[in-house]
């Protein structure tokens, strides 16, 4: 399984981005799909995830700016950012999950004037 992360970048408070995670060597809709964020100086924590038949679950800090999605035809899952915030400020990895984790290498966001 291999995933390969993309779209993160410098924004400024109140922008957005949206994030994509390009999944291979695998079935793509048989996994769970997540993002997770490690900030400095603290632990890695779930942000969103997708199950394989479209239900999300959301990180509280970031329900109702964040928005996950997934086009299994592209073998694809992104994540629709806005309204970002300093606090959101991480590296952001690809999560994909059935009977193992799988990673991917991340990708920074960065809130900043």
């Known amino acids: 399984v291999q995933l390969q992360a993309s779209g993160g970048g410098l924004v400024q408070p109140g922008g957005s981005l949206r994030l994509s995670c390009a999944a291979s060597?695998?079935?793509?809709?048989?996994?769970?799909m997540s993002w997770y964020r490690r900030a400095p100086g603290k632990q890695r924590e779930l942000v969103a995830s997708?199950?394989?038949?479209?239900?999300?679950n959301y990180a509280y800090s970031v329900k109702g700016r964040f928005t996950i999605s997934r086009d299994n035809a592209k073998n694809t899952v992104y994540l629709q950012m806005n309204s970002l915030k300093p606090e959101d400020t991480a590296v952001y990895y690809c999560?994909?999950?059935?009977?193992?984790?799988?990673w991917g290498q991340g990708t920074q966001v960065t809130v900043s004037s």
């Open positions: 060597g695998l079935i793509f809709s048989d996994y769970a």
């Open positions: 999560n994909a999950r059935r009977f193992r984790e799988n």
């Open positions: 997708i199950g394989t038949t479209g239900t999300t």
